[in-house]
């Protein structure tokens, strides 16, 4: 994303990628607790298909509506104030309360903190402060926006240093190079699979993504703090945990590295990217 904003990659295609990045990581994180909860469950009382499906709409509805519900709140407060301060104090609230919310009565905390923080991003942040008056100040839209990118900055740095000390006495030749490669194709397999058929059902209609951002979406879909974050999150006597965090940590390691690196050469080579002249000019 940060590639994205550098090469001067605006509208439908960054929208695509910013927002899918955020879902993903939300729905990601439901999955997991939910595989967790079948794998832990006894075999005799197995989940069927009907109350696995109750429980992901519970899950994850339940928390869209609490982040949807605490971000507004928040947003109506803040737009009765003029202090930046306030504003941004506001917005962090929001999105701790809004997780913390969503814990507690059995829902999606990470879908909850999406949810709020699009809420306020767009009644607050983005829009008019004649709107019922909810947006923010124009000096506490600049602070908010600032405020959070370093948040975040700081947020994803802490989370890798953390893992890489986790992970430090975790023998990662024992996996093998092979079983290593197969993970990561697996892992772009799967992300082909998510990208290609959906923009083929999608290819008649005024929505259809062409091909060669088809092939970005793809490529650029990394994988990072979350998937080491959820991995690091298994109960310590899991039966094969080191196996998943080296997986998980292999596939990270590719992802941010070969992918990382080669993105901006997948941004020249499949003429997503406007020319340097161009974004100079701007």
């Not at 600032?146 to 006495?169: H, K, P, Q, R, Y």
């Not at 088809?214 to 974050?229: C, I, V």
Request: hydrophobic residues 60%; glycine residues 10%.
């Amino acid at each position: 994303m940060a590639l994205l904003r550098e090469s001067g990659v605006t509208g439908r295609l960054r929208l695509l990628i910013e927002a899918e990045s955020l879902f993903n990581d939300g729905v990601a994180a439901v999955l997991f607790t939910l595989i967790l909860v079948w794998a832990a469950h006894d075999s005799g009382n197995a989940h069927t298909p009907l109350s696995a499906l109750t429980t992901f709409v519970v899950v994850a509805g339940g928390g869209l509506a609490a982040g949807f519900g605490v971000g507004l709140i928040a947003v109506m407060i803040a737009g009765a104030s003029d202090d930046h301060l306030v504003e941004t104090a506001l917005t962090a609230v929001a999105a701790f309360g809004s997780f913390l919310i969503a814990e507690h009565f059995g829902a999606s905390g990470v879908l909850a903190t999406v949810a709020a923080g699009m809420t306020m991003g767009n009644l607050g942040v983005l829009g008019p402060k004649e709107r019922f008056g909810l947006a923010l100040t124009a000096h506490g839209r600049v602070f908010v926006l600032e405020f959070w990118e370093f948040a975040a900055f700081l947020a994803n740095s802490l989370v890798f240093l953390l893992i890489g000390s986790a992970m430090a006495t975790i023998d990662f030749a024992r996996e093998g190079l092979a079983a290593l490669a197969l993970v990561i194709a697996l892992a772009l397999a799967g992300r082909a699979f998510a990208v290609y058929p959906v923009c083929l059902a999608f290819a008649r209609t005024r929505w259809a993504i062409p091909l060669n951002q088809q092939h970005l979406m793809w490529w650029g879909g990394l994988r990072g703090a979350l998937a080491l974050a959820l991995a690091l999150s298994l109960p310590a006597d899991m039966p094969r945990r080191d196996d998943i965090l080296i997986s998980a940590f292999a596939v990270v390691a590719f992802s941010v590295i070969a992918q990382g690196l080669t993105a901006p050469i997948a941004l020249r080579a499949l003429g997503v990217t406007r020319r340097k002249k161009a974004v100079d000019g701007q």
